[in-house]
Structures are given as C-alpha cells and as structure tokens.
C-alpha cells in the first residue's frame, strides 16, 4: 500500500498491553493519527482493560475484532505493541490486510516467526520499523563521527547496555516452601512502575527483552551482520529471572563480517545500582583513533527540595528519537525505501539474541543463523 508524499497515515492499534509510547511516539509526527485500537475478542479481561484504557485516553474506538477494524476505519498502518509473543503473529496479519506495520520489541521469540514476517512483509510490499532507540542524538552524532573518517576504519566496538530497574523480589529472597514467582503475575504487577518490558506468558530475559537496542547501534555503526556470539548469562540480581530459568545479566562478544569483533554486557541490575536510569555506554576503536558515547547525552541534572528519591535527577534533553524514527517511516512509504531497522534487520537481531542465549546455555561459541 502506498502512499502520496504529504498524506496522513490512519492507524490502528492492534493490542497496545506492553508499552504505550510506540503508538505515542507514531504520533508525534502529524503525518500519522490514531484512528482505533484492536485486538481479539478471545484474549483475557487484562488485555482488554488495558486496551480499552488506552482507546478511552485517545477518544477513539476499541474494536474486539483485528480484521473489522482494519476493514471498517480504512487503515494504512497497523502498531502492534501486544504481549511478547504475539507479535510477529499480529504484525503478520496487519501485513496480510496490505498494512505498513511498526511493532515494539522485540521483533519475536522464535526465529521462524521472523521468518513468516519477513516473507509476509515482503510479498505484501509494505513497510515495516521495529521501534527502537537510534536517533537518540548521542547515536546520531556517533554516526556522524564514522561517516566523516574521524577515527578511521572502525575495528571493534563495545556497548553497555545496563538498567537501572527492580524486576520484583530480589534473588534470595523466595523462602523454603514458597511457590515460584509466576511470570506473567509479575508482569502484570510491574505495570504500575513501567518494569514490565516482558509482557507475556512467556518468559523473557534481559537478552531478549532489551538486546535489541545495543544490538541496533552496532548494527547500524559497523554496518554488518554478526556471525558467531559467545555469551556468558546468568540471574543474578532477581528473583522472578531465578525462578524462570531467564537471565537478568550478560556479557556477549560478537564475531562480524569483514573482521570486526564487538562485545556488549547487558542487565536489568536494580534501582539501587545506579541513580538515573542506568550505565548505557558505547566505546568504539579505530584505526585512527577511538571514541566513547554517553547515550543519554545531552542532559541536565536537576534537584529541588522535597524531591522524591525515586526521580531520576539527570534529564535527558533534544530528544526527537520518536518524531525521527516515525518520520523514517513515513520517508519509506513514501518513496518505497527501507526504514531505520526493518523487518530482515530485527530479524538478524533476534538471530544473534537466540544464539546468544544458546551460548550462554552451553558454555560454547554459536554461529548466528
């Protein structure tokens, strides 16, 4: 489905249950509207809840039917943000309706759902952007600095990718006796403070819940396809990830195309551990020189009296991530090119994040599928 450049894109919200600012972010372009939100009438009383909440907020309609809606409110782009696993499911569909579609993280849980997706989109010759982070302004100029030579050829880069979020009890703390902490329970409960980036039944570690955005920037910086990971993970900071057999931190190195390694170490390390939002870090080395990212740049630290201790005192500022990664998409439609991080890029990621954890697991190097 195309598009006249300048047009406005009407979009449905097919299952928003994990994270409302992908749909959010799509709009603080005005070239996209939010038209409907949808899901399936068969999914329990929370998805609902928290579907309709989200209609309610937009003063738009809630529709329990996927294809009626896309039908009904004659649609050009489908945001899938629903619980982990239904996502490549969701996103299939919305590319069978002949729907560009952008979908949070991560892209799937399964290699052979990437596989459906990718042919999907591709046959049906519509645009797909897995959301992500790579026009945070510290990503931007990072880019820049390659492009321009400054460093030389990049040899080798290393990313930490550190949350400073409590994901539940900390490890230890279950007592002889007591019941495993249920996933999707914990989730649930998580969603007051916005823990839950595991949304689902099915459970996630850190890997597969935020590999994807350390894996972008190397993507996107070194340009390449990564061929083999060797991974060390483990639960080590909280109970819901022991209890769940899923890891909470990791360390990673990447072997990539043309000869260039790179190394990321990953966690959802606590609260406590840091006093913003966490550690995130690139290091990149060249041949002439290397160079060190402050993701979170540029910011302001700010601090008032009566401040509550759970605020974040730094401030990220000149953040148009969300009005640049919509208006990458809408570039795409319009002139038939491809997005920032489309479909056959988050399926290399979710490629390198299952062999990464197949690493971790066996102790041995993985080739990447």
């Given amino acids: 489905m195309s598009a006249n450049p300048g047009n406005k ?36 009383d929370w998805v609902h809840e928290r579907n309709q909440t989200f209609a309610d907020q937009h003063d738009i309609p809630y529709v329990r039917n996927v294809e009626k809606a896309i039908h009904d409110f004659d649609v050009q782009v489908g945001i899938v943000s629903s619980a982990a696993e239904r996502h490549c ?25 990437c596989d459906r997706l990718v042919e999907a989109v591709n046959r049906n010759k519509v645009k797909f952007l897995l959301w992500n982070r790579n026009f ?13 030579g400054k460093i030389g050829d990049l040899l080798a880069i290393h990313v930490d990718f550190y949350f400073a979020k409590d994901s539940g009890p900390p490890k230890g703390s279950r007592l002889p006796g007591e019941p495993p902490i ?5 989730q649930l409960e998580a969603h007051a403070d916005g823990s839950d980036g595991g949304v689902g039944s099915e459970p996630m570690g850190e890997l597969k819940i935020e590999g994807i955005y350390p894996l972008a920037y ?15 993970t483990t639960a080590h900071f909280h109970q819901a990830n022991v209890d769940n057999d899923v890891d909470d931190l990791a360390t990673v190195t990447l072997e990539m195309e043309g000869g260039l390694v790179g190394s990321l170490c990953l966690g959802r390390i606590g609260a406590a551990s840091h006093p913003n939002i966490g550690e995130i870090k690139l290091h990149l080395v060249g041949t002439e020189g290397a160079l060190v990212i402050n993701e979170a740049a540029p910011e302001v630290s700010i601090y008032y009296r009566g401040q509550p201790p759970t605020e ?18 809408a570039r795409a439609i ?32 993985v080739s990447v599928k």
């Fill in 9 to 44: 894109f009407r979009c449905a919200v097919i299952s928003v249950v994990k994270h409302d600012y992908v749909p959010n972010g799509v709009i603080a372009n005005d070239r996209f509207e939010l038209v409907v939100v949808t899901d399936d009438d068969d999914q329990p």
């Fill in 89 to 113: 499911e969701l996103s299939i569909r919305a590319a069978e309706a002949g729907l560009h579609v952008v979908q949070d993280k991560p892209m799937s849980t399964k290699l052979s759902e």
């Fill in 136 to 148: 945070l302004p510290a990503l931007v100029h990072a880019q820049q600095v390659l492009a321009e």
């Fill in 182 to 186: 249920n996933w999707l329970e914990r």
């Fill in 218 to 232: 190397i993507r996107m910086l070194a340009g390449v396809d990564v061929r083999r990971v060797f991974a060390r």
């Fill in 312 to 329: 974040f005192r730094s401030r990220r500022m000149a953040i148009d991530n969300d009005f640049l990664l919509a208006d990458d998409f």
């Fill in 334 to 365: 319009d002139t038939d090119g491809e997005t920032i991080l489309d479909a056959h890029a988050g399926r290399a990621i979710t490629a390198t994040v299952l062999a990464a954890i197949d690493s971790g697991r066996s102790g041995a190097p």
